[in-house]
């Protein structure tokens, strides 16, 4: 039997693989939103960035809404819209054939909605849990994002696959549960089940503990991978989600550096 770990390797087209962010500026009904540069704006940026990670080769592009601070609980409907007229004409544009994904911040019902209507085939977020964070209690809609996926048609062996993130990555889970706890538990909730986890590199041995517990998912850094530390977590994780360390002087709502990618790249591909 193929397991989430096989599928998604298959998917990347490789065993080890790195998940490229491309944020946006803030869409319509973000209080940062440019109504001067409008989505002119939003789209140029987007062609710019996720081209520079395209011709250094990064294995898959996450589409993300990082600057709609703060984040609401389901995206309002003038960002629904935005987020899947961008990430088409991206798409689109730039003719990407490797994976692309969609991570809808607090929203992981709109981001499936937004992946089915755009052909991506993975999406990253929250599918379990109530979290509490800078914004607000975060409760995730599980049995929405679920039913929604049910009458979409789709099914548990194909993409979209579902990256959950367990182990306080987006904020401190109300459940009490431990990471471990968290992915023993989803991993055997057949009607309510993700793909792979995302996880902090805060303690690689609790990430080992995750790992031996469910072999069949696949572990995905989910923040502070950078140029130093990369080779190490790549000893423990299958993969990673990448940010900052690929922007303008490391800063998470700088534009993508194409430097700094490529050399992420070149460290990236030296590992065996």
């Known amino acids: 039997m193929t397991t989430n770990k096989e599928r998604i390797a298959k998917l990347m087209g490789a065993d080890k693989y790195v998940i490229a962010c491309a944020h946006f500026i803030a869409l319509p009904g973000a209080p940062a939103y440019d109504r001067d540069g409008g ?60 994976p692309h994904g969609i991570n809808c911040i607090f929203d992981a019902t709109t981001g499936l909605a937004v992946a089915n209507a755009t052909g991506a085939s993975f999406l990253r977020g929250n599918f379990a849990g109530v979290w509490a964070t800078n914004y607000g209690l975060y409760i995730t809609h599980a049995p929405d994002f679920f039913r929604l996926k049910a009458n979409l048609g ?13 182990g306080g990555a987006v904020g401190a889970d109300l459940t009490g549960k431990t990471a471990l706890e968290q992915a023993k538990s989803i991993a055997h909730d057949l009607h309510a089940q993700p793909h792979a986890w995302g996880m902090a590199p805060v303690d690689l041995d609790k990430v080992r503990e995750v790992k031996e517990a469910t072999p069949e998912f ?55």
């Open 154 to 166: 789709m099914k548990q062996t194909d993409p979209p696959y579902f990256f959950h993130n367990i």
């Open 39 to 98: 989505m002119n704006k939003i789209i140029d940026q987007a062609l710019r960035d996720t081209k520079i990670l395209l011709d250094n080769g990064v294995h898959s592009v996450l589409f993300v809404n990082e600057a709609d601070l703060p984040y609401k609980e389901h995206l309002p409907i003038e960002g629904v819209a935005a987020f899947t007229a961008v990430v088409n004409t991206v798409v689109r544009e730039l003719d990407i054939k490797i």
């Open 218 to 272: 696949p572990i995905v850094v989910a923040k502070s991978t950078n140029h130093d530390n990369v080779k190490k977590l790549m000893e423990v994780y299958d993969g990673t989600i990448v940010a900052s360390c690929l922007h303008e002087d490391g800063k998470l709502f700088a534009q993508v550096d194409a430097e700094r990618t490529t050399r992420f790249m070149d460290i990236f591909r030296s590992i065996k």
